[in-house]
């Protein structure tokens, strides 16, 4: 037994002497080492980086992504919303634009001369020409005043002792002043039918052509000055004067509300009394 623990003690002592000494040799080899083994295990780890920068970049688009179309949204929605009151707003816009173009108010309902009448019933149940009005009491007997159709002559009206009798262009006894064509040449206008009027007494030398513009003179007094009438369709040579016939503005079928002409004031320009005279160029006197 002696012998045997005398032989084992040198050959622990020599197996930590020999585990030391390789230790230190591993140690040595991994310090001289230590850049060749950071670059393989760089080399080694890079695909596992680049993966992970791939999905955190991915991760980040899609974040951003949804953020912003979420800000998207909402600022498409405050502008469709905007739009959307843009839209109501060009709406409304139009429905008064077409409410002025039918009755026109800012044009006629402002003038302090002009008073709007309603249609109570025709004067005769087969005479459509014919009408009675509202309003008559506010006006002054044996007078003839001008009536207005979404900006157009309609008519005329006589307060007598009945109602306020009303006389569209379709009937022979509406008759009054008007001009024709850019040179405002005189004439005086009479109902023919629904459809149409003849402009008479157009002095003989007057250049009339077909589709000139045909509106009232306001010399008599009955309507306000240039109120379109209507365009001429056809033109005759009479002995003395010439006649034109004319497609009427009005729809005197459906008549409804019309603003009646109390008073005509007006400046002179407006008349232009002068085109009632021939021009030098055109006169030719036979």
């Known amino acids: 037994m002696k012998r045997s623990t005398y032989y084992n003690k040198p050959f ?4 930590k002497k020999i585990f030391l000494s390789l230790f230190i040799i591993i140690i040595i080899f991994l310090l001289r080492k230590e850049e060749s083994f950071q670059d393989k295990f760089a080399t080694f780890t890079l695909p596992i980086k680049e993966s992970y920068l791939n999905i955190s970049n991915s991760i980040k688009d899609a974040k951003e992504q949804y953020l912003y179309q979420a800000d998207s949204i909402k600022q498409f929605k405050n502008e469709n919303l905007l739009l959307r009151k843009y839209l109501y707003q060009q709406k409304m816009r139009i429905v008064k634009l077409e409410a002025l ?3 026109n108010e800012e044009r006629f309902n402002l003038h302090k001369n002009i008073l709007r009448v309603q249609t109570i019933s025709y004067k005769k149940l087969n005479d459509f020409s014919q009408i009675y009005l509202t309003k008559g009491s506010e006006l002054q007997k044996d007078k003839i005043f001008g009536l207005i159709q979404k900006n157009v002559a309609a008519g005329i009206a006589i307060k007598t002792d009945e109602p306020l009798k009303g006389i569209l262009l379709s009937n022979e006894e509406c008759q ?3 001009f024709i064509g850019e040179q405002k040449r005189p004439g005086i206008a009479k109902g023919i039918d629904a459809q149409s009027m003849e402009v008479n007494f157009i002095p003989k030398w007057s250049k009339i052509n077909i589709g000139d513009k045909v509106v009232t003179s306001g010399l008599d007094n009955i309507f306000l000055p240039n109120i379109p009438v209507g365009v001429v369709t056809k033109v005759i040579t009479r002995s003395t004067y010439k006649t034109a016939i004319i497609k009427i503005y009005a729809d005197v079928l459906h ?9 005509v004031t007006h400046k002179v320009e407006d008349l232009n009394i002068s085109a009632t005279t021939p021009d030098n160029n055109n006169t030719k006197l036979k």
Not at 12 to 15: D, E, G
Not at 255 to 262: E, I, S
């Open 12 to 15: 622990m002592k020599n197996s």
């Open 101 to 103: 173009h039918t009755y």
């Open 176 to 178: 009054f002043s008007t």
């Open 255 to 263: 008549p409804n509300f019309f603003y009646l002409v109390k008073k």
